[in-house]
């Protein structure tokens, strides 16, 4: 382990926090340990109680999704600087995907019972962790949102007169007119059944 | 005090057949000579033989979404108001043939010029705001690094007689806008008819040697002439419309402007303002090909800003809704023209207001979204 | 009246050297005028390309802006034009008209730190001005790429982003949205790249291409980062057909994108972005 | 064993719209013989009902893509009945020139593109354009005379919109009909060589005892106006159509088959007009028929292509001359105002007689519709060429049969299309 | 000539007046031109000779109206590598989707002899609305060239210039007088789609309608127009219900003017 001195200095060198007031660091300091994963390591998997969240320091985490039967889905790499895990902060504090290292990582982390425990009594703490946490929430979710817009276009021409029409087509086909069509074959059928 | 006048600014005085004379001459020099002639419903701007196609006795009354061609009791052959479609016809054909180009033996294809020009045209009766209009495409068409050569050279040969207007339309603004009623640059010849019981001449000054030339024979005007001439346009200069261009310039900066819903209600997104307004220059290509495929030709359509695929990109139209293409074509028009070509791209005719169908009126409209106060 | 200037809407004929296939939709063409002679254009400029009897398309030069004896485009088969651009082989001739619009002021940057980010497609409008930048590398500070692409399938330009990579003045980062295969490295939008890219934010120009929401989001990083609007520059595309502001398709607000860009310094059009149905 | 042979033309080319031919020969006897109609029903009859009365010549030139004049004019006259309209001269003369475009286009095509080659043993023009493509080239172009007509006056070949009721919306201007004439003279001297060409033919001997029904004008080869006729001697208005001519409705068919209550299939058409009106020929369609070796009698339906032939000389001089005659009318319709009643119009479309009855509300609006066209009329006469035909032809093969039936049905030019159109018929078990 | 493989064009018809199908025999001066270029397999208008598919190209015309038309339509998507449909029939059900509006128990009331013959729907509707259509060709009935211009683009690999704006920009490039401006006749233009080569304008009659709804129909406004110009709500109903009365924006505007 660390010396706690040193955790502080890796603290204050980090962007995440950049500029905090120097009792509330020592509260952190408190909660805080420096770890080391090798690639393949987990830093934490899903459903799993979220005990820690981290700070990585350096090398790349996969945040990903297991499936059964084929290789996990890769959600988004986070490298130097960003953060991993806040399922601590939402109950029920459970981690809702898996973190893998990709490469060697050292990472920071933060036991979630302790920190908790001091915002929970020191209202500017709490405040202070929180005003942190929400960007890099918000910035996360933006990112993710991103990336399910398919951004730099699909790969597969849109025809515009082909698809266009079809499309329109197969809708107002299954609405009305394929329904209509299938009830009229029915009743055909049965028509040549009767005659 | 009478000053004796210089000679390249001859003012002359032709009655009718004088005019005609003129148109004659025109035609002799081999100029295609366009003017207004009635068509069943409407004075248009034709190939015309002679002063006998001049719509005599014709006006017009206009207003939103309304045209109707009035009798008058002087017998003027100017009085009409406007034509429903502006010079830009003549200048700037609805189609033109960008060029041709043929496979050739052995791979590639070889590209031929469109067709040798027409011969050059003399356009009658060129109204104030149509010069002004017909300058601002001009400075589209060879203002910046790019110049349509047919554009220039089509305006650089033509030789154009403007007609001062004696009255205005309900739908007239060039007062606001800065370009009429009053003939002041880009003519060969300038008339001003004068009717009253006695007589009906046309006062006749040369803009340019070429126009002087045209002049020559004909009998010089008197003062008194000259100052009836002056005269008449000082009626048209009683307008009901009008447009303050600067505050126009703020419409760029009201995308959101509830009016633009408004206006989408009643907008047809038909494209008849962008097709009749005598600035409006956007153009489409067409690629064509013969059945088997060895001759190709392109060729250059009048577009419209009100269509879909104007604004298409691959995926899908940038504007697929109506407030938004109006909200361009007007914007573009009274705002952003500015910024590219350091004037206004609107030159107060009125056409858009005639012939939109359901009468949407580019002055109101302006106003409401600037909040000049009038509505 | 002075001289009348040729016609800028008739097109020139290229003869096509070579084809090579970038992705399974996207190849890049190199072509020589069939008449002989150079072509010199600025780096982020575009040509209108014509397939004969089929139309016209602008796309942007991919090419390296010091070697005039060939001009080279990257394109992606999306619509007809293209699709049929892509039915060309060696030895076929197309129409060219241009260069046109306005360039990547890589000139300009000398001095800086250089950001790229590219998204999809978007690199091969980047390529000359990082061609140009690397014949200058000396002039400036970090050199750095940051590209994302949808799959690993989807990275346009591999080899050479590859050989990129491996030059020490030269910081290439690559991701995707979805990570297929054997693919180890980044995973997420181009935008976090930016965080990340280690260059002085307050001391870089940054050349952004993409599609427009990507470049919307990579100007707003870039931003949030601490580089100044007027450190960014963007390629903006819109509905052209004539390429020389004369048919007025491109226009957006006050622009013709085709002669006022495609290449925009960013804190002119900021606003513009946030405008829907522009 | 019985020899059984059931020979089925499931859908018959190079005719208009959708027909089939069904017969059953049992032992050297046709004991079946079906000309069908599948062409769906349209049920014009009963949309027109509340429609204004000005619409309706529009809306019934829908019936049918090849003579929509038959239908545009038809319903303009009936309107006009009721109106009590007159329409001036130069108006006149705008209708028959027009529907004379419409028979030059019509026969030019039937003639050449749809009957010819059955007599050339080809499958199509196109084969005789491979044989001889001056010729097909020539047929276009006469066809395209007769289109420029109809897009002159009407906008458009196919549902021209310049009609209506009391005449047209906009008078052609002298120069443009002048414009047709150098393509008439033309005309003319091409369609006196169709009838040689034609003439030349091969025909099967077949003599029909048919009562030809047409409509009959003392001054002219009547084709948008007159009384009707039949060689059985009535002679009667056109009003009193419905008075002679009932309908008939048979399992086999989706249109009505058209019969006069005196009992004798009635023949419609080329033949019957012929027949009828010879003496209003003019001499130059006289002296082609003559020449060709028609007699002023042709009973024989294959004979058809020729008569079609000669009233294409015909139509191609009438055009000619009205639009060497041409003045422009002073106001391009007629108008009156509107009063409730009931009106007939009818005129012979290039296949025959269409006839148009309708009855109209104070208001404009149509209370009832009927219309009786050409093809309905002759599907009786029809079915009676095919028995003879296939009769003689029992001892050739199926193929050899069959064509040749397809053939005695292109006799007729039949316009399938609007046969169907008048059928006000139950679907099935909605 | 060499026998090249030419694409096998084949012409289909279901409910209608031939009248789409005869402009493409009405091409005098391109006839030949084309049959040269594409192969006529299937067109029984002008031809016994059939060819068995698949098709290159199908032009489909006339609506769907009977049992028996659904079937048809999907054999000949599935015998058809492009499917084109022509005129207003095969786009929107043609004038004879008036059915659609009534019930058509009430057209049979009437005399008729033996309703059992007869197989038919009781709608009309347009080919698309069973089977997809790779493109659509307005008009009651289509523009030859249109037509022509469809086939030659599908031929030459490229898009057809087939316009989906208003009618009106057509009658302004032709510098046809706007009648309803000038005249104040009742005109479909504004919310028409181009393409018919500006006839009845020319012809000083109010547009119909028969090329169907524009791009972006603001039938609405335009109604209120009309009725500002003196036509009844009637007239307006009536107006929009004709040829392409099926089509959505004027089925629509139509019902709304009951």
Known sequence: MVKPENLGRIIDEHPFFQGIDATLRELLVGCAANERFDAGQFLFRQGQSAKKFFLIRAGTVAVEIDQPGRPPIIIETIAEGDIAGWAWMVEPYQSTFDARAMTLVRALSFDAQCLRRKMEADPALGFEVMRRFVPVMAHRLAAARLQMLDLYGPTKKPKPEKTAKPEKAEAKSKGRNRAADARLEKAESKKKKDG | MAKAKRDDVAVTVLDKDGLGDFIKNLRKSGYQVFGPRRDSDAVIYDLIDGADDLPAGWGSEQKGGHYRLRRRDDGALFGYGLGPQGWKRQLYPPRQKLFAATRKEGGGFTLAP????????????????????????????????????????????????????????????????????????????????????????????????????????????????????????????????????????????????????????????????????????????????????????????????????????????????????????????????????????CVGCGRCITWCPVGIDITEEAAAITGQGRN | ???????????????????????????????????????????????????????????????????????????????????????????????????????????????????????????????????????????????????????????????????????????????????????????????????????????????????????????????????????????????????????????????????????????????????REL | MADIRTIKVEALARVEGEGSLHVKIRDGVIKELHFGIFEPPRFFEAFLRGRDFREVPDITAR????????????????????????????????RRLVYCGEWIESHALHVYMLHAPDFLGLADALELAKVDRTLVEKALRLKKIGNEILETIGGRAIHPVGLRVGGFYKAPSKRHLRALEENLKWAVETSVATVKLVGGFDFPDIQQDYNFMALHHADEYAIHEGRLITSSGLDFPVAQFLDHVEEEHVPWSNALHGKPKDGLAHHVGPLARYNLNYAQLGNTA???????????????????????????????????????????????????????????????????????????????????????????????????????????????????????????????????????HFLKLEMDRG | MSERKRPKLAVWKFSSCDGCQLTLLDCEDELLALTEEVRISYFLEATRKVEKGPYDVSLVEGSITTPHDIKAIREVRKQSKLLITIGACATAGGIQALRNFKNVKDFIRTVYAHPEYIDTLTTSTAISDHVPVDFELRGCPVNKYQMLEVLNAALNGRKPNIPRHSQCIECKESGTVCRMVAAGTACLGPVTQAGCGTLCPGKDRGCYGCFGPMETPNTAALAGQLLALGQTGRDVHRLFRTYNANADAFRKESDSHG
């Open chain 4, 286 to 420: 006289k002296e082609a028929a003559k020449d060709a070796g028609l007699s002023p009698v042709v009973r024989n339906p294959f004979q058809s292509i020729v008569v079609r032939a000669v009233e294409l000389v015909q139509v191609c001089e009438d055009a000619l001359k009205i639009v060497q005659n041409y003045t422009e009318p002073d106001a391009p319709y007629v108008d009156a105002p509107v009063k409730a009643g009931e009106g007939h119009g009818c005129t012979e479309a290039p296949r025959g007689i269409c006839y148009h009855r309708y009855r109209i509300h104070a208001d404009g609006s149509v209370q009832d519709a009927r219309i009786v066209p050409p093809t309905a009329q002759n599907q009786k006469v029809m079915e009676l060429d095919l028995r003879k035909v296939v009769q003689a032809n029992l001892d050739k093969s199926d193929d050899e049969i069959k064509w040749r039936a397809e053939q005695a049905i292109r006799n007729y030019d039949p316009c399938i299309s609007c046969a169907t």
């Open chain 3, 1 to 275: 009246m002075n001289v009348l200037p040729h016609d800028p809407m008739v097109p020139v004929p290229f003869r096509i050297e070579k084809v090579r296939r970038d992705l399974s939709d996207t190849f890049t063409m190199e072509m020589v005028p069939e008449a002989g002679g150079d072509f010199a254009f600025r780096p982020g400029q575009f040509n209108m390309l014509y397939v004969f009897g089929v139309g016209e398309v602008p796309i942007s030069i991919s090419g390296d802006p010091a070697d005039r004896s060939v001009l080279v485009h990257t394109t992606r088969a999306v619509g007809t034009v293209t699709e049929a651009l892509d039915a060309l082989k060696p030895g076929d001739v197309l129409g060219v008209r241009g260069p046109f619009g306005t360039a990547w002021p890589v000139e300009a940057a000398f001095g800086h730190d250089l950001v790229f980010v590219a998204g999809g497609v978007g690199l091969a409008p980047l390529r000359p001005a990082i061609y140009q930048a690397m014949a200058h590398r000396e002039r400036f500070g970090r050199v750095i790429v940051l590209y994302g692409a949808r799959t690993p399938e989807d990275i346009l330009y591999k080899k050479e982003l590859e050989r990129w990579r491996g030059r020490f003045d030269l910081d290439v980062l690559v991701t995707v949205d979805r990570a297929t295969g054997k693919w180890g490295g980044n995973v997420g939008v181009v935008t976090n790249l930016v965080a990340r890219g280690g260059f002085d934010p307050l001391n870089t120009a940054s050349f952004v291409c993409g599609p427009e929401v990507m470049m919307r989001y990579a100007a707003a990083a870039l931003e949030k980062k601490g580089v100044a609007r007027d450190n960014i520059w963007v390629s903006v595309e819109r509905n052209m057909k004539c390429g020389c502001g004369l048919c007025g398709h491109c226009q957006w607000g006050p622009h013709f994108t085709c002669k006022d860009g495609p290449v925009f310094r960013f804190d002119g059009i900021a606003d513009l972005f946030q405008i």
């Open chain 4, 63 to 94: 019936i049918c893509g090849i003579c929509p004049i038959a239908y545009l004019m038809g319903a303009s006259q009936a309107m006009e009945d009721i109106l009590g309209i007159q329409v001036t001269k130069p108006i006149r003369d705008l």
């Open chain 2, 114 to 345: 469109p067709a040798p020009p027409d011969p050059p045209m003399a356009f009658i009766g060129v109204r104030a705001c149509e010069l002004a209009a017909i300058a601002r495409q001009a400075k589209v068409f060879g203002d910046r690094d790019f110049a349509d050569p047919g554009y220039q050279r089509r305006l650089a040969e033509a030789l154009i007689v403007a007609v001062q207007c004696g009255e205005a339309l309900d739908t007239c603004f060039c007062a606001s806008m800065g370009t009429g009623p009053e003939v002041k640059a880009g003519f060969d010849v300038k008339l001003t008819e004068l009717i009253d019981e006695s007589r009906h001449v046309f006062v006749a000054e040369a803009g340019t040697p070429r126009g002087a030339k045209l002049l020559k024979a004909a009998k010089p005007a008197s003062p008194a002439d000259i100052k009836a001439a002056a005269q008449v346009v000082k009626n048209a200069e009683i307008q009901q419309k009008h447009l303050d261009p600067a505050a126009a310039r703020a419409l760029a900066a009201n995308p959101e402007h509830p009016r633009w819903d408004q206006v989408a209600a009643r907008c047809l997104t038909c494209g008849n303002c962008t097709m009749v307004c005598p600035t409006c220059f956007c153009t489409t290509v067409e690629d064509v090909t013969d059945l088997k495929g060895d001759n190709a030709e392109r060729w250059r359509k009048w577009d419209s800003c009100f269509t879909t695929d104007f604004s298409y990109i691959h995926g899908g139209a940038v504007r697929t809704e109506a407030r938004s293409r109006y909200r361009q074509w007007i914007t573009h028009k009274l705002s952003t023209w500015v910024d590219q070509f350091d004037e206004t791209g």
